[in-house]
């Protein structure tokens, strides 16, 4: 039986005409399908046990160049490559119908939810992270007339072995005219500007009064236009400062709002958690803490929500943001990549930061603890 957020986030991506069904996200098994499977994979085309690809300082190499109509419902990659944070310094980029820019742009590593920039293992409906570093995605990604996935090492040292397998399907129809299509946008801030240094402690009065309805220099994970809906967020920490990274509100704008039409508890609260998580790792089909540091300065956590249950629809812009502990007096690094669906084209991504910018590293901001990490 498929479950019931399957079935409203099916409905959410596009509305199946008549005599369509194989064109759903995931099809009813009791039916026959009628679309083509494919697969494009790092398989040695000679049939040897050569398996994988190896991509060089500076290169793109294209893993994708399909045409459509066609539904992409599994990416996997593994990856060999001896460079530090080589997660951070490799990107996937993803283009639909011959657009110029990409909807999907992401250091690999963030994308899969990796975005400290080392391996975990965790797993969600949607992306996992297999033990020995398979990185698996499972959102359906539509294409109307073409898909291309580039992956470009912007490291300094070759991929040694680029393995992939990317499964697609074909119609013999048109999508329907009002499909989504999956878009991904990779940001951060090494490190945020908290707006006072001078606190001690979770609670202190000083940051806890101050009041933020408006979200102004919230971090954000993502400012688009047009109509979609989001349908999620994967984001690590990288505290700066002692003491819980969290209290931050998170808060949504739909459609110009100037204060949001939804807002949260707390950071902890919004990836579905509570108590700073009890210092515990754990990981849920739409929710999930699988890294959960110490509340010191210099300690690392990564977290996840999908909204697969009620994606956030909006018709002419949304925005979504998190405050950066209460009302944005931390200074720690963020890093993340927020998942929605819209009709094309979108408005312009922010500049993907330089490669030696996003590698993970303890910024001097002062406050509490910062002094003994920073060295």
């Not at 570093?133 to 898909?147: I, Q, T, V, Y």
């Not at 994967?234 to 969290?246: A, E, F, H, P, R």
């Amino acid at each position: 039986m498929v479950r019931f957020t399957t079935v409203l986030f099916l409905a959410a991506c596009w509305a199946l005409p008549a005599g369509a069904q194989e064109m759903s996200w995931q099809p009813d098994m009791t039916r026959q399908q009628t679309y083509t499977p494919h697969r494009v994979s790092s398989a040695d085309p000679t049939g040897a046990n050569d398996d994988s690809r190896q991509v060089a300082p500076g290169a793109t190499f294209t893993v994708l160049d399909a045409d459509g109509p066609g539904t992409i419902s599994h990416i996997w990659f593994t990856i060999a490559d001896k460079e530090e944070y080589h997660l951070k310094r490799i990107v996937l980029r993803i283009y639909w119908d011959g657009e110029q820019t990409p909807s999907v742009e992401a250091p690999i590593g963030d994308f899969f939810g990796l975005g400290l920039g080392t391996y975990h293992s965790w797993q969600s409906q949607m992306l996992s992270v297999g033990s020995e570093k398979a990185l698996n995605s499972f959102f359906p990604m539509p294409f109307g007339h073409h898909a291309r996935i580039t992956v470009t090492n912007e490291g300094k040292q070759p991929i040694g072995d680029l393995y992939y397998n990317i499964d697609y399907r074909t119609y013999a129809h048109p999508l329907p005219p009002d499909t989504l299509y999956f878009h991904a946008q990779y940001r951060q801030a090494q490190p945020n500007h908290g707006w006072t240094n001078n606190w001690t402690r979770n609670q202190d009065a000083l940051v806890d009064k101050k009041t933020n309805l408006t979200g102004d220099d919230n971090y954000v994970w993502m400012d688009a236009k047009g109509h979609g809906q989001f349908v999620g967020v994967t984001m690590s920490v990288l505290q700066n400062q002692d003491s819980w990274w969290g209290e931050g509100d998170d808060m949504f704008f739909i459609d110009g709002e100037k204060t949001p039409s939804i807002a949260g508890t707390g950071s902890e609260d919004y990836f579905l958690g509570a108590w700073d998580f009890g210092g515990v790792p754990f990981s849920y089909p739409l929710y999930g803490a699988p890294v959960v540091g110490e509340e010191l300065a210099g300690s690392r956590s990564s977290v996840y929500r999908f909204h697969f249950d009620s994606p956030i629809p909006f018709s002419k812009s949304f925005k979504a943001t998190i405050e950066r502990g209460h009302a944005n007096g931390r200074s720690d690094n963020f890093y993340s990549v927020a998942y929605w669906y819209q009709a094309g084209p979108h408005a312009p991504y922010p500049p993907l930061p330089s490669v030696d910018d996003r590698l993970p590293a303890v910024q001097p901001v002062g406050g509490p603890g910062n002094a003994i990490a920073a060295h």
